[in-house]
């Protein structure tokens, strides 16, 4: 929900600087509803940086460097803001702190068990590095390497880019990084508006994925194909017409 509402904030806030129409009204209420939804409905983590993730993308595509500096201050004040006035974020942000102790403690919470997650899926990927245990093989093998140790199983290691590695080596995690720099380097030919959106889409992606397995992810991942299709697309296009 987060992921999903910060990209469509983010989307609505380009076509409402791209585009004065008389629709940038309503535009202005849908972006302040998506917000209002991440801060103080949603519980999703992932959302909170994604949506800072944009908010600094949006002012680098402004003023360039210069814009980071600018988005970094506007994130301190919101962020703040966020953390005082939402008890959700609240609530979420100081459970990361109450969940690294948890750690530290052994106690099967729900930071602790992604930690867990990660390092063993690193043993996974230390197991077959260059081309990995093969397509579909994580639950498998994630498995076999914790059930002797009467660990929590997983299907999920809540990286994408661990979950690829594990799967086609670190080769396949690098062609997937190779992806996502082609998506934003291509980017670039786009008509204006469609452009911003694609980098955002990107930058989400990209993000994302350090924290959830957004390809194994049904809604995540088909909402990626989707848009890459539709705003890529436009390039493969006018490529056709030359």
């Known amino acids: 929900?987060?992921?999903l509402m910060s990209l469509a904030a983010y989307f609505v806030t380009v076509q409402f600087f791209q585009h004065r129409t008389h629709w940038r009204g309503l535009q202005g209420v849908v972006i302040c509803l998506a917000v209002y939804n991440i801060v103080?409905?949603?519980q999703g983590r992932t959302g909170y940086v994604v949506l800072a993730?944009?908010?600094l993308l949006l002012m680098y595509q402004w003023q360039r460097w210069r814009g980071i500096w600018v988005g970094v201050v506007v994130l301190a004040i919101l962020g703040s803001f966020a953390y005082l006035s939402s008890e959700v974020v609240k609530q979420r942000v100081d459970k990361v702190?109450?969940?690294l102790q948890d750690y530290q403690q052994g106690e099967p919470t729900s930071i602790p068990m992604r930690i867990?997650?990660?390092k063993n899926t690193l043993v996974l990927i230390s197991q077959h590095p260059f081309f990995g245990a093969g397509t579909g093989s994580f639950a498998y093998q994630y498995q076999q390497l914790a059930e002797p140790q009467k660990m929590i199983l997983t299907v999920n290691p809540h990286n994408e880019y661990l979950m690829i590695a594990a799967q086609w080596g670190l080769l396949g995690a690098s062609l997937f990084i190779y992806l996502l720099y082609q998506l934003w380097h291509t980017s670039h030919s786009l008509s204006p508006p469609t452009a911003k959106m694609a980098q955002g889409l990107v930058v989400a992606?990209?993000?994302g994925c350090l924290f959830n397995s957004l390809l194994l992810d049904s809604t995540e991942g088909h909402l990626f194909a989707y848009l890459v299709g539709v705003f890529w697309g436009a390039c493969v296009a006018d490529e056709e017409k030359l």
């Open 116 to 118: 867990g997650f990660l």
């Open 40 to 42: 103080f409905m949603s």
């Open 53 to 55: 993730s944009l908010i």
């Open 205 to 207: 992606m990209g993000i």
């Open 97 to 99: 702190s109450t969940g």
């Open 1 to 3: 929900q987060g992921l």
